[in-house]
């Protein structure tokens, strides 16, 4: 009897720690998988929170839309200064609703950094969570910035060609028909579906076409191409438009960038620049490494565009009296003489700091040259007070930036043309985005005895009229007989200040914090 009842002990002992174990186990798993719904359930919240934030981007990118769309540079920086911006002084938070725009699910908060000077780039975070889960939150960070015409290698209000052998990387666009026949990296657009192309006789061809033979032909056929003209189904051509090809678009104004100028005019007056007259033929203009630049005032050019005499006011070397110059050679060292007695004299200059992410306003000429060094800065020559337009006139020295990485940002504006001296360097590198408002980014036509080995651009270009920097009677070529133009990508991040922009804003970065 003993023996059975110890056995009845152990079989009891057997039976706790079996279920002791069986309790374990069951414990894991319950703990398991409520564990497993809870991550489940946060994961879902996390990503309803998500969600929420970037409906909180999306509907300040309407907000702005609202705002600005259609609005001059000077009607948006008004915006902006105006403290009513929403986000900016103080976050703003709304709801986030069902889709029918009823029962609230979540909340999101706002902040908005607004633009710096001159800059179209608003920082925008959005902190979302869902009212289920409060206590968990995502944070969303973008960049809206409004596209400017710096973004362009090329932008145009002209029939526009370009030749065999021509590469670019930037974009091009043109509000009239392009004939394309180099390699394009980049999207390529017209405003128009078709036109008839002046280069050539025939019918109209498409507003984007190109005269290279399709693989695995080779070179190109001046004559019209069949394959390139509506009705037909537009060939796919991506060893020409790598990128591809879009016609018709919207058009861009050059009209529009009055308002622009008369902005930057105003800017320059009231401090974000330097502002100068219309006194006499305009100004030169030297930029200089050191942060400054010279500035002479021009008392007259000849028919190549040239300075041929400066205003002067400076003392004599001998010392005593004042001098009224006149230029016995080019360029600000040239010897000056007084008019009566003909004692040598100084090219009167003025220097000033150049203004950091500012503008220079001439309401003349300007004849530019020189070096930047991690400055940002546009310069503007225009008559807004009525009769001839301000043209600026390159080519005399380079046009350099000592930095390549963003920190030198070069515009000029002409209200007219952004001219090339006939005296221009045999080897001319021009550095920074150039606009032409009413005319063209060119050289003129100085005959079949003129002839330059090279010209670079790196940077943009936007003409109003057909650019070119050399000339052909079908025979030979006269001007630069090698024309490089390399696209700036610092000028997608960082235009110029002030420079044209579209009105509508959109996201080139996004990042959650």
């Not at 719904?37 to 996390?46: C, G």
């Not at 000029?412 to 090339?420: D, H, K, L, Y």
Request: negative net charge; hydrophobic residues 30%; contains cysteine.
């Amino acid at each position: 009897m003993q023996k059975i009842k110890n056995k009845k002990g152990s079989a009891l002992a057997y039976a706790l720690v079996i279920m002791v174990c069986v309790t374990m186990i069951l414990t894991s798993m319950i703990t398991y998988v409520v564990s497993q719904l809870k991550f489940s359930q946060n994961r879902a919240e996390r990503e309803e929170a998500l969600d929420v934030a970037e409906a909180g981007v999306y509907w300040y990118r309407w907000y702005l839309a609202h705002e600005v769309a259609g609005k001059t540079a000077q009607q948006v920086n008004a915006f902006w200064q105006g403290g009513t911006a929403l986000g900016v002084a103080t976050p703003y938070e709304k709801d986030y609703t069902t889709a029918d725009g009823g029962e609230a699910i979540g909340h999101y908060k706002i902040t908005a950094q607004k633009p710096d000077n001159g800059s179209t780039i608003v920082k925008v975070t959005s902190i979302g969570w869902t009212l289920k889960a409060p206590g968990t939150r995502r944070t969303v960070q973008v960049r809206f910035r409004r596209p400017s015409w710096s973004e362009y290698a090329v932008l145009a209000n002209d029939v526009m060609r370009f030749g065999e052998g021509t590469e670019v990387y930037g974009k091009i666009h043109s509000n009239q028909g392009i004939r394309f026949d180099g390699v394009i990296h980049n999207v390529i657009s017209s405003s128009v579906s078709k036109y008839d192309d002046p280069d050539h006789g025939g019918g109209d061809e498409f507003g984007v076409h190109t005269h290279v033979n399709a693989p695995p032909s080779t070179g190109v056929n001046n004559n019209v191409r069949p394959n390139e003209e509506p009705p037909n189904a537009v060939p796919d051509r991506s060893d020409v438009f790598m990128a591809g090809r879009q016609f018709p678009t919207p058009t861009i104004s050059f009209t529009g960038v009055t308002s622009d100028l008369s902005f930057m005019k105003t800017e320059a007056q009231s401090g974000s620049g330097e502002y100068f007259d219309n006194s006499k033929q305009g100004r030169q203009i030297i930029l200089k490494a050191d942060g400054t630049y010279d500035v002479y005032t021009v008392y007259s050019y000849n028919s190549y565009n040239s300075i041929t005499a400066y205003v002067g006011t400076k003392h004599s070397d001998g010392g005593g009296g004042t001098c009224n110059n006149t230029l016995v050679s080019s360029g600000p060292n040239a010897q000056c003489k007084d008019k009566t007695t003909g004692s040598r004299c100084y090219c009167a200059h003025e220097s000033y700091d150049i203004p950091n992410s500012g503008v220079i306003f001439v309401e003349n000429n300007v004849w530019l040259e020189g070096t930047l060094n991690e400055k940002k800065v546009t310069i503007v020559a225009a008559n807004l007070n009525g009769g001839a337009e301000s043209n600026v006139f390159v080519g005399n020295n380079n046009i350099l930036y000592t930095n390549l990485d963003g920190k030198d940002i070069l515009g000029v504006i002409a209200q007219n043309n952004v001219e090339v001296m006939e005296k221009s360097q045999d080897v001319l590198t021009l550095d920074g985005a150039f606009i032409a408002k009413d005319g063209r980014v060119g050289r003129a036509n100085y005959g079949s005895s003129d002839h330059r080995s090279s010209i670079t651009l790196n940077g943009s270009m936007a003409t109003n009229l057909r650019y070119g920097f050399a000339w052909t009677n079908g025979y030979s070529d006269w001007g630069y007989d090698t024309r490089n133009l390399n696209f700036d990508n610092n000028l997608l991040y960082y235009p110029p200040p002030y420079f044209p922009t579209g009105t509508q804003y959109s996201i080139d970065l996004w990042k959650e914090l």
